[in-house]
């Protein structure tokens, strides 16, 4: 009965410890300059990690709760109960592997088309300066013919 009563309320913990650590995160970004997509995109991941995270102090409470119960059939919908937050908890946190995987490969995908103009932009600036280098040497040259004869 102790160890049981112990693990919810240390998932109680981890629960307000979580919640705690996104509302920081999300206060944070809020501060920083951003594109509006990166902005919404935060706000969403903010939402679904608060709701799992509250799900997770959720399962703390009814692991402490089921303690108390008796009743076999009692038991038995308190459990199943139990079983669909957590459930839920690993749906939630699938979800949000998933969303955060697809936004930061999109994230990539632009900066890499981003890097590559920029690249572009270099080798034009490089290749103009050889250019105007080379032309600078030929006028030297012509000169340095014209004052021998």
């Given at each position: 009965m102790l160890p049981q009563v112990l693990f919810g309320i240390g998932l109680v913990g981890l629960s307000l410890f979580l919640l705690r650590m996104h509302r920081g995160e999300r206060?944070?970004?809020?501060?920083?300059?951003?594109?509006?997509?990166?902005?919404?995109?935060?706000?969403?991941?903010?939402?679904?990690?608060?709701?799992?995270?509250?799900?997770?102090?959720?399962?703390?409470?009814?692991?402490?709760?089921?303690?108390?119960?008796?009743?076999?059939?009692?038991?038995?919908?308190?459990?199943?109960?139990?079983?669909?937050?957590v459930v839920l908890i690993i749906v939630l946190g699938t979800l949000d592997f998933l969303r955060s995987r697809r936004y930061l490969h999109d994230l990539r995908v632009q900066h890499l088309a981003e890097r590559a103009a920029l690249e572009a932009e270099v080798a034009a600036h490089m290749k103009r300066r050889a250019d105007a280098s080379a032309a600078e040497t030929d006028d030297e040259q012509d000169d340095e013919e014209r004052d021998l004869t």
């Amino acid at each position: 009965m102790l160890p049981q009563v112990l693990f919810g309320i240390g998932l109680v913990g981890l629960s307000l410890f979580l919640l705690r650590m996104h509302r920081g995160e999300r206060e944070r970004q809020r501060l920083e300059p951003g594109d509006r997509r990166a902005k919404n995109e935060a706000a969403a991941r903010f939402r679904r990690r608060t709701l799992s995270s509250a799900l997770i102090g959720v399962a703390g409470m009814l692991v402490v709760g089921g303690v108390l119960i008796r009743h076999p059939v009692a038991m038995a919908i308190y459990w199943s109960i139990a079983m669909i937050v957590v459930v839920l908890i690993i749906v939630l946190g699938t979800l949000d592997f998933l969303r955060s995987r697809r936004y930061l490969h999109d994230l990539r995908v632009q900066h890499l088309a981003e890097r590559a103009a920029l690249e572009a932009e270099v080798a034009a600036h490089m290749k103009r300066r050889a250019d105007a280098s080379a032309a600078e040497t030929d006028d030297e040259q012509d000169d340095e013919e014209r004052d021998l004869t």
